[in-house]
């Protein structure tokens, strides 16, 4: 599975921005798609996550509950984040990921395939 991320910019704290990831390749090996960050300085994080098929569950990790929304087109192959009330601690790369195993799991580790990453930079 080839990945890639788009979206990222520059935005003032409480502005929006969307994250766009398009997939292709084996997408049948696709059991769920996650958005990670990293800042520097700190361990890549899971923000949120969708299961590829099905009714579509999602997680969030607390910090983005409320402002972030992650969504699926399996149409087009595509997650989307929608980040919304940007904070300044939300500065990082956002990478998107696939994970074929079972289950929404936070450890990085456990997805298969990497975007490349996109910068989104908060400004205070």
């Known amino acids: 599975v080839q990945l890639q991320a788009s979206g990222g910019g520059l935005v003032q704290a409480g502005g929006s921005l969307r994250l766009s990831c398009a997939a292709s390749g084996s997408i049948f090996s696709i059991n769920v798609m996650g958005w990670f960050r990293q800042a520097p300085g700190k361990q890549r994080e899971l923000v949120a996550a969708i299961f590829w098929s099905g009714g579509g569950t999602t997680d969030y990790t607390d910090s983005v509950k409320g402002r972030f929304t992650i969504s699926r087109d399996n149409a087009k192959n595509m997650v989307y984040l929608q980040m919304n009330s940007l904070k300044p601690e939300d500065t990082a790369v956002y990478y998107c990921?696939?994970?074929?195993?079972?289950?929404?799991?936070?450890?990085?580790?456990?997805?298969?395939?990497w975007g490349q990453g996109t910068l989104v930079t908060v400004s205070s």
């Open positions: 990921a696939v994970r074929r195993g079972s289950g929404i799991i936070y450890y990085s580790g456990g997805y298969d395939y």
